[in-house]
């Protein structure tokens, strides 16, 4: 497995929980994808991949849901 760190960036952030809960939904359903933090504050998600879906196809599902990531 290997550990990744995200950024939010861009016009959208992550403003409440409320965001925080639909991005960790919304990457959970990705298959081998383990959330270890998602954070409104810092604008940081921690995940750990076990190599059944790519960081490109963790930054496409965040894409569709309207938050653009820089990988950290």
């Known amino acids: 497995m290997t550990k ?6 861009g016009e959208r952030l992550m403003s ?12 959970s359903a990705l298959p081998g994808v383990k959330i270890l933090k998602v954070d409104y ?3 940081q998600i921690g995940l750990m991949l076990n ?6 196809d ?5 894409s569709s849901i309207g938050y653009v990531v820089m990988h950290l």
């Open 51 to 56: 190599g059944e879906t790519s960081l490109e």
């Open 58 to 62: 963790v930054m496409l599902e965040l």
């Open 16 to 27: 409440c929980s409320g965001c925080e809960r639909t991005v960790t939904f919304s990457l």
């Open 41 to 43: 504050k810092t604008q």
């Open 4 to 9: 990744e760190l995200l950024e939010v960036t």
